[in-house]
């Protein structure tokens, strides 16, 4: 049988990749939580009307979503997106009517897209969430959360915050006529995908990757020259929060998000060290979108953090060592050894639980078993062979400091482990 491959776009994480993961995500987790945000889990699959109900135009629903009929003949679809599962999860379990929810999650997406450095067809992302505040304030917590995190994990230095309001349902429509009336003569001159995103999202063509399009756009009619005086007023009102924060920002009128139902603020990390996917983190309000999966009115906003590009950043800028968690390595010389080394384990476990211990098993040479515990980057060896078991000794080796072996009682042992 031929050797099997994951499907293309689908990518295993390695126990040394997992590694940098699982601390990162204890960073976004201890963060988000200390400002009061609560994790909340919702499915994989959910019904196919959920993402094109709230994004007809978008992307995702037009050519990326992972779409089947199930044996029962429902539409259903994989996830591309959390924020449309969120929201039907807090309109289900009645979040939004007992209180102003602030909440997060974490997990796979899937789009069908072409994979990339930062893309794959299955990503990941860590989003929070909060529902029933409709002010500036709010949406400056999320930015100044957020760069707390890129704090935490040493990358503010490589990474910016562009900020942009998209008004409300009126000054966006009259902002995107005037795009459309913009490039109504140069539609014919562009690719198949810009003509459509003019005829369905013409807010798309903002953020497209085209130089020829971005070249034309410096001529654009700018989205704040369309805004309302309320949606004005709100905009200064943000910025102003965030220069007292002292939070770093760009005002980027062209910047948009890639679903439809943002409105107001929309914000996004970026950096300038993963070529074009240089977006780390984005999101923004969705005043509506409550409304349109059938709650009640109810003021919204969030963001996203993609974490296959936040892993890359972190790797580009050397922040990435994470070191094995194993205390304690237990190298056998014989099959009964081995089974005391089991016992053993157990024993030192009743007394520090908290300690990580792995006894080798195979019985290969001293020498191997060294090698294999110096590998594990584990702080210290515990040797048991014939003369230990005949003794009741065991032999302690320090392997981060290289000092000499000792020989201990079972008592000394555990004063000497009470050092890790």
Known sequence: ??????????????????????????????????????EIRFPLLEKTELFTRSNEAA???????????????????????????????????????????????????FRYERPQKGRSRQFHQFSAEVFGHNSP?????????????????????????????????????????????YFKDL?????????????????????SKSAKV???????????????????????????????????????PKLVRGLDYYNQTVFEWKTSLLGSQDTVAGGGRYDHLVSELGGKDCPAVGFSIGMERLILLLKEQGKTSVKNKLDIYLICQSESATQEAIILRENIKKTYPSLSIKVNLGLEGLGSQFKKADK????????????ELKQNMFSLKNLRTKSDQETLTYKELLEKLNEL
Request: proline share 2%; charged share 30%.
């Open 1 to 38: 049988m031929a050797k099997l491959q994951t499907i293309r776009g689908m990518n295993d994480i390695s126990p040394n990749e997992v590694r940098e993961w699982t601390y990162v995500e204890k960073v976004l987790k201890t963060i988000v939580e200390s400002y009061g945000y609560e």
């Open 59 to 109: 992307d995702i629903v037009t050519k990326e979503m992972y779409t089947f009929q199930d044996k029962g003949g429902e539409n259903i679809s994989l996830r591309p997106e959390g924020t449309a599962g969120c929201v039907r999860a807090a309109i289900a379990n009645d979040l939004l009517r007992t209180d102003k929810p602030r909440l997060w999650y974490s997990g796979a997406m």
């Open 137 to 181: 304030e709010i949406d400056a917590e999320l930015m100044i959360m957020s760069a707390n995190i890129w704090k935490e994990l040493d990358i503010e230095n490589a990474i910016v915050l562009e900020v942009n309001n998209l008004g409300n349902d009126k000054s966006r429509n009259l902002y995107t006529d005037a795009l459309i009336e």
């Open 187 to 207: 539609k014919e001159d562009f690719e198949e995908d810009i003509q459509r995103k003019l005829i369905e999202n013409p807010l798309r063509i903002l953020d």
């Open 214 to 252: 971005q070249e034309i756009l410096k001529k654009a009619p700018s989205i704040i020259d369309f805004l309302d005086d309320e949606s004005l007023e709100y905009h200064e009102k943000l910025l102003t929060i965030l220069d007292k924060a002292e939070l770093d920002y760009v005002v980027n």
């Open 376 to 387: 594990s980057e584990a702080s210290v060896a515990i040797i048991l062979g014939e003369e």
